[in-house]
């Protein structure tokens, strides 16, 4: 599965952006996905992830009720809504795709990446 992270960009405090992940390949459906980040100096953090349907989310303590994570199987992507950004939201975004079950926070279990998309949050 290769994996393609686009939407990024500048955004002022407050703002939205909506990050797409676009996988390539037929068996997107089998994977679980989830968002990290990595802003300078730090290590690389969970955002959140989804379920094989969908169905099922989960999201960090620090962006939950302001991101909201969605995936179309049909259309091999997964989206990232961001709302109310925060100057602390600041951080490359990275995609990931994981074939097995449980460790969703942890970016080890994860079988592929995408190549990040930068997100920016002014004050």
């Known amino acids: 599965v290769q994996l393609q992270a686009s939407g990024g960009g500048l955004v002022q405090a407050g703002g939205s952006l909506r990050l797409s992940c676009a996988a390539s390949?037929?068996?997107?459906?089998?994977?679980?996905m989830g968002w990290f980040r990595q802003a300078p100096g730090k290590e690389r953090e969970f955002v959140g992830a989804?379920?094989?349907?969908?169905?099922?989310?989960d999201y960090a303590d620090s962006v939950k009720g302001r991101f909201t994570i969605s995936r179309d199987n049909a259309k091999n992507t997964v989206y990232l809504q961001t709302n109310s950004l925060k100057p602390e939201d600041t951080a490359v975004y990275y995609c990931a795709a994981k074939a097995g079950v449980g460790g969703y926070y942890d970016s080890t279990r994860y079988d592929y990446w995408g190549q990040g998309t930068q997100v920016t949050v002014s004050s």
């Open positions: 989804i379920s094989l349907s969908g169905s099922t989310t």
């Open positions: 390949g037929r068996t997107f459906s089998s994977y679980r």
